[in-house]
């Protein structure tokens, strides 16, 4: 099997498994990390998972956010100034950034109050500089009532998270769905 087989096959395990019901929001965050290089072969395979999830008899929505900052900056009225210094992009901008990502999101997901739905987020990857994919968990989380699956191109280890091998981790309370057994 490939690492991206061993993904979809640990995902589709996880899904199965039947769902506690007591779990801070949190613990209903699964983390599906794999290496930033398999970006592209990850998005062809959002079909499997979907299939996971049916398989699992869950409710299956995948919410795309790749090109959020992107959209974000191109519409701002400043965004000639910042795109010619970046340094001046406030932090008062990217307040306003991250809060219309929440209400964009939020908005995007309408099977978010079902108890048996994965709600999952691709391409916070396009994040890096902008948000800290632990704050937007943060902010996301207490709104899922089933789960919230990330699509988290980086790594895992020691109970850190670290975005596309760059940042510093972050301890979060998200279960980690890898390409290992040891953390399916």
């Known amino acids: 099997m490939t690492d991206l087989e061993n993904l979809v096959a640990n995902y589709g395990r996880q899904s199965g498994t039947p769902w506690a019901t007591n779990l801070a929001p949190a613990q209903r965050c ?63 901008a990217l307040d306003e950034f991250r809060a219309q990502l929440v209400v964009r999101i939020l908005d995007q997901a309408t099977t978010a109050s079902n108890p048996d739905a994965v709600v999952a987020l691709l391409g916070v990857g396009s994040l890096f500089g902008f948000a800290e994919t632990s704050w937007l968990l943060n902010e996301l989380a207490p709104h899922i009532a089933g789960r919230l699956a990330v699509f988290f191109p980086g790594e895992y280890r020691n109970s850190n998270y670290r975005l596309l091998e760059a940042r510093e981790g972050w301890n979060y309370l998200a279960l980690p769905i890898t390409t290992s057994e040891e953390h399916a």
Do not use: C
């Not at 290496?35 to 869950?58: S, W």
């Not at 000639?80 to 001046?88: H, I």
């Open 30 to 92: 699964w983390m599906i990390v794999y290496p930033p290089m398999d970006e592209r072969r990850l998005r062809a395979r959002m079909q499997a998972f979907q299939n996971a999830t049916h398989d699992a008899g869950k409710s299956w929505q995948l919410i795309d956010i790749t090109d959020e900052p992107g959209r974000w900056i191109g519409n701002h009225p400043f965004a000639k100034r910042y795109f010619a210094k970046p340094e001046l992009l406030s932090p008062a």
